[in-house]
């Protein structure tokens, strides 16, 4: 059975960092492209990163680019999202979640997730 466990949230104040994590097993991780999504509270899914199966390309949305950086090593078989200059608007849960990039996985695909607050 296919699972995402994600780890590293918390609170910081603005303009902190945070390093998530997601620990992968039950399937072949090297063969799928992984996203990181998040829900703030009260409000829909949003599509934040993705990276290629090969590691080699790194999708971002326009909210987060220069600011988050995505990587992934397919011997470990883990996912991390470092996460710079925090902003307020960046408060929400951050779930790992197999699926094709620059989209919203269908939910059965994501991880527990894992709670970033950021606030002064």
């Known amino acids: 059975e296919a699972n995402l466990v994600e780890s590293g949230g918390g609170m910081v104040q603005p303009g902190g960092s945070l390093t998530l994590s997601c620990a992968a097993s039950g399937f072949t991780f090297s063969e799928y492209a992984l996203q990181w999504v998040r829900q703030a509270p009260g409000k829909g899914p949003e599509w934040v990163s993705g990276?290629?199966?090969?590691?080699?390309?790194?999708y971002y949305a326009d909210s987060v680019r220069g600011r988050f950086t995505i990587s992934r090593d397919n011997v470990k078989n883990t996912m991390t999202l470092e996460m710079n200059n925090l902003k307020l608007e960046d408060t929400a849960t951050y779930y790992c979640a197999r699926g094709a990039p620059l989209a919203v996985p269908p939910r059965k695909y994501w991880g527990q997730g894992t709670q970033v607050t950021v606030s002064s």
């Open positions: 990276i290629a199966a090969s590691g080699n390309t790194p």
